[in-house]
Each structure stands twice: as C-alpha cells, then as structure tokens.
C-alpha cells in the first residue's frame, strides 16, 4: 500500500512515513489521511511493448470511497528505445551450425567460401580458420563483420541472421 501526497503531488509514500509526517496513528489502508491519499494501480492498458512503453499517470483519479488510482500513459518508443530494443533481442553468440542454417536459408551459404576468397591476406587465412574450426560465430567478432561486409549484408541483416539462427 501506497500513499499520494496531494500537497506535493508526489507518489509512493509508505504507511509508515505516512504516519511519521501527519504524527498520527491509523490503520494500514486507511483512504485518508491528512493530505495523502491510498493509491491503487490501475491495470495494464493495452499497447505494443515493439513502439510504445507504459509511463505513470502524473496524477491519480479521485475516486469517492475507495483509494484512487494511479494510471499509465501508453508513449511512443523514441527511435533510440526502439534501437536498444532491437539490439537486446540480438544474441551474443549462436553455434556454427545454427549459423550455417540460417546462412543457407538466406540463400547466402553458398557465397560464403567465395567471399572468404576475395579477401586479402592476411583476413583470407584469419576468416578460412574461423570458419572451419569455430564452434560458435560471436556476434561481436570482427570475422562477422567482415564476412557480413563480403557478403553484402548491413548490420542489420547480420542481426536478423543471428535472431533467425538462435531461433534453429
């Protein structure tokens, strides 16, 4: 249980530091007391946690009898939340054989030793070792990016193919 001062339009105040500010004594959940009111949270609206968050209503809704309500504000995602986001659902990590499959799948599979190829040494030899002995593609391996790079794939497009593969 939680209290709203309506002096100082603040949230969250405990029964005990209800009862310190006011010097008085009174029963947990009381409606009233003094300037604080009892806060109920109101559910979840509906919205899509991909474009919007849930924000606490600056002030709660008086109710007549019961303890008010605090609500939520549905707000749009900024571009950089959206980026975060996206970038969480990245894994860090997928085994070579999920790579593979999500590679093959792209229809990239077959480009891939030709891409190694076309890079200079001493990358060419770096890149035929990974690629032939890693058991895992790290996402934050230079490797990636370059064969990303030799591929033709934006880093988004290697971050899809990692979310696709973790997914195999």
Request: aromatic fraction near 8%; hydrophobic fraction near 45%.
């Amino acid at each position: 249980m939680t209290y709203y001062n309506t002096q100082t339009q603040t949230f969250g105040h405990s029964h005990d530091d209800v009862a310190r500010a006011t010097s008085s004594s009174f029963a947990p959940g009381t409606l009233q007391v003094g300037d604080y009111r009892l806060i109920e949270s109101a559910p979840d609206p509906a919205y899509n946690p991909e474009t919007q968050r849930l924000q606490p209503a600056d002030a709660p809704t008086p109710r007549t009898g019961q303890a008010w309500l605090r609500g939520w504000q549905v707000v749009a995602l900024t571009a950089a939340e959206m980026t975060a986001i996206a970038k969480a659902k990245v894994p860090a990590s997928v085994t070579m054989r999920q790579g593979r499959l999500a590679l093959l799948a792209a229809g990239k599979l077959a480009q891939v030793n030709a891409a190694i190829a076309s890079l200079p040494e001493p990358q060419k030899s770096a890149a035929l070792i990974e690629w032939d002995f890693s058991n895992e593609l790290q996402r934050g391996n230079p490797f990636v990016a370059t064969l990303g790079a030799a591929l033709g794939l934006s880093d988004a497009q290697v971050d899809q193919l990692f979310i696709t593969a973790a997914a195999l």
